[in-house]
């Protein structure tokens, strides 16, 4: 699984704003893309500034590049980003995520016993994430 993350800034005024324009344009786009596995968006208000970081997972880098395009790393805006954004990086940056959250048991399954339980699990919720992000 590969982690997509972005960056952004705007004037704490425009906050609101940005983040529902950002559902209508990046977030919609982002989910309706073969490969997506999910995406984050956080915020941060830091003074007169919002601060934004998108985070996306993906299965391949193949994925990421039909959304992205080539070069995967170069940033992907929409038209009114500039409207908003006090400065539009260039780039993003991906990461390898090499661990997530797991299943754990509060007491109802002793998980010594039901390890294979447990695991068949965590297979059935990392299928109905991937069937989740709609199929072209």
Do not use: C
Request: glycine content about 6%.
């Amino acid at each position: 699984m590969i982690a997509r993350s972005w960056d952004g800034s705007v004037p704490a005024d425009r906050g609101d704003d940005y983040f529902e324009y950002l559902s209508r344009t990046g977030i919609r786009d982002l989910e309706s893309t073969q490969g997506n596995l999910g995406v984050f968006v956080m915020r941060r208000v830091d003074g007169d500034l919002v601060r934004f970081r998108m985070i996306s997972l993906w299965e391949s880098s193949s994925d990421i590049r039909a959304f992205a395009g080539d070069p995967i790393e170069r940033a992907r805006y929409y038209p009114e980003d500039e409207d908003f954004l006090l400065e539009l990086a260039p780039e993003v940056t991906h990461f390898e995520v090499l661990y997530g959250p797991e299943i754990i048991s509060r007491g109802f399954v002793y998980m010594r016993e039901n390890e294979d339980l447990i695991k068949r699990a965590q297979e059935v919720v990392l299928r109905a994430i991937k069937k989740r992000a709609p199929q072209r």
